[in-house]
């Protein structure tokens, strides 16, 4: 069928339409490709799962334990009116996942996206299929997608077992937290990906995330903050994530807010996608 094609269409002048439906029919569509990639990496993580229990599991539980009951512990002795008149734990637990969500993100769209151009060469592989970069990058992402997701319900079921959820709202925490990840991861990986170095990384987290996490209302309200940084504060993503999940958690979220904290949250994680079909063109393209 295929000699017949390029014998009858190609060679006579170019396809007939009927030639062209049947050829077009064979080629996958860019969801399909993307879910191969998507599957490319999930045997890969198949293989390296335990690697990552650290970080999914007992990193969160050791956090929620030191600074909810430990820190805690002090802040409650001098009343719970700062924090909302809730025990600390309960003010803390959904800042956390959301910083988790957050470093999720980071961890999964800086690294091993570099890694996959300069050192195992998993891009470079899929360079030799049918897999385009967009596909490529789609297929990356969803997988770092299923990693934030994975993390963030480990969490939120820690979190009830701490007794740290005080609303039936709480089921909303897994898409918060997932969105809030994947705001990060986005972005990330499209700039990750145009990288000729891993040093900027260090930088990243450093200066970047650990600041996000001390200053966006996580550990302490944003009022405590001077006034002047208030304003940073709430201009960063996480807070938006913080306050989404925080407002799920304690059942005190209003639609407006809701409204604000997915809309910042979706508009940083669509830009990252667009950047990412651009970045992921021109580093891949042969």
């Known amino acids: 069928m295929a000699g017949g094609l390029m014998g009858g269409g ?28 998507l599957r490319c990496w999930l045997t ?39 924090v909302g008149g809730v025990p600390y734990v309960v003010f803390v637990a959904p800042a956390i996942l959301a910083t988790q969500a957050m470093n999720s993100g980071l961890s999964e769209s800086s690294f091993p996206v570099f890694g996959s151009v300069k050192w195992n060469k998993i891009y470079v592989a899929a360079q030799a299929t049918p897999l385009r970069p967009s596909d490529i990058f789609r297929g990356h992402l969803l997988f770092i997608s299923v990693r934030i997701a994975m993390n963030s319900a480990v969490f939120v079921a820690i979190m009830w077992a701490f007794a740290a959820i005080r609303s039936p709202w709480a089921v909303l925490l897994f898409p918060a937290a997932t969105l809030t990840g994947i705001a990060f991861a986005a972005p990330v990986a499209a700039w990750a990906v145009t990288l000729a170095r891993e040093t900027p990384f260090t930088y990243m987290f450093r200066f970047g995330a650990v600041p996000m996490m001390l200053f966006s209302g996580t550990l302490f309200p944003l009022a405590r903050l001077p006034g002047w940084l208030q304003p940073l504060a709430y201009a960063t993503p996480l ?18 807010s809701v409204a604000i904290h997915v809309g910042y949250l979706t508009v940083l994680a669509g830009a990252g996608l667009w950047a990412g079909a651009v970045t992921y063109r021109r580093r891949l393209y042969v």
Do not use: K, N
């Open 44 to 82: 890969v993580y198949r293989r390296i799962w335990r690697s990552s229990v650290w970080s999914s599991l007992l990193g969160p539980v050791c956090y929620l334990a030191a600074f909810g009951y430990g820190l805690g512990s002090l802040v409650d002795r001098h009343g719970t009116a700062q």
């Open 10 to 37: 190609l060679m006579g002048g170019g396809l007939t339409a009927g030639e062209e439906a049947a050829v077009a029919a064979l080629v996958p569509g860019a969801g399909e490709l993307g879910v191969r990639a």
């Open 239 to 256: 807070w938006h994530g913080v306050a989404l999940c925080r407002g799920f958690s304690l059942g005190d979220a209003d639609a407006g």
